[in-house]
Structure formats: structure tokens, C-alpha cells
């Protein structure tokens, strides 16, 4: 992560102008340090604002993960820390939502495979047969 842009997939690179980075008090215990310092980090992009993605790019994310992408970090007692968690958590949401998910292609079972099932089918009705009390005459 350089300081002006980051990468989030080979054809998007996101300039860091466009992530809104919110600070706040954390929450929890932490003595004097939690109870004075805004350590924790809100980082927020807007999608359909943004300039780095297009249009088709703006449906698909706003479709999975909505038309604001939020994240928050408030796990380390540094400011600068949960900053850079927060933009990574943001990153790694936006790179989810613009994955686009392959179609399955149908396939038939091989000859093999079928034989193997029968075969198969045939050994468990076979010990299940024998676990059968005898007939009478």
C-alpha cells in the first residue's frame, strides 16, 4: 500500500482520496489511554461515488455488499494501526463483492465412477442382507 492508491484487483486500483477515514473513542476497558484517545477507526467508501470503478463495477458491488462499504478497527491501542486494519478490511470487502463467481460447467459421471457406485451399492446391500435374522421353513 503506497501512500496515494491501492490495488484491489488487477484492474482496479483505488485511490485512498476516496476511503473517508472516521475516528471515534473505543470501546471496552483500557484505562486512562481508551478513556482519552480516538484509537478507534471507521473507514468508509462510497460506491457509487467513487471515480475508480465503472459503472458495471458500481452494480456488482452495490448488489453483494450495498452502495456504502463500512469498515471498522478497533483492535490495536494505535490509531495509525487500526487505520491501516480498517482500509485493509475495506479492501478485502470491496475485492470479495467485485469477484465475479464462475459458472459451473455440467459434467456426466464417467463410466468408472458409475461402476464404482453400482459396486458399491451392492457390498452395503449385500452386508445389510446377511445382518438379517434366517427365514424359517
Given amino acids: 500500500m503506497d501512500g496515494e492508491s491501492i490495488r484491489v484487483t488487477r484492474s482496479v486500483v483505488l485511490p485512498l482520496r476516496e476511503i473517508v477515514l ?3 473513542r473505543s470501546s471496552g476497558p483500557g484505562g486512562q489511554h481508551a478513556q482519552k484517545s480516538e ?3 471507521e ?5 457509487e461515488a467513487s471515480e475508480a470503478l465503472t ?11 450495498g452502495p456504502v462499504l463500512r469498515a471498522i478497527a478497533q483492535d ?3 490509531q495509525l494501526r487500526n487505520r491501516e486494519l480498517a ?6 470487502a470491496l475485492r470479495d ?8 460447467v455440467a459434467t456426466k459421471p464417467t463410466a468408472a ?25
Fill in 22 to 24: 472516521r475516528t471515534s
Fill in 39 to 41: 484509537t478507534r477507526v
Fill in 43 to 47: 473507514a468508509v467508501f462510497d460506491v
Fill in 55 to 65: 459503472d458495471a463495477q458500481k452494480r456488482r458491488v452495490s448488489a453483494k455488499a
Fill in 76 to 78: 490495536e491501542r494505535s
Fill in 87 to 92: 482500509v485493509e478490511r475495506l479492501v478485502t
Fill in 97 to 104: 463483492a467485485l469477484r465475479v463467481e464462475r459458472r459451473r
Fill in 113 to 137: 465412477s458409475r461402476e464404482r457406485r453400482l459396486e458399491g451399492k451392492k457390498r452395503r446391500s449385500e452386508t445389510k442382507r446377511l445382518r438379517r435374522p434366517p427365514t424359517r421353513p
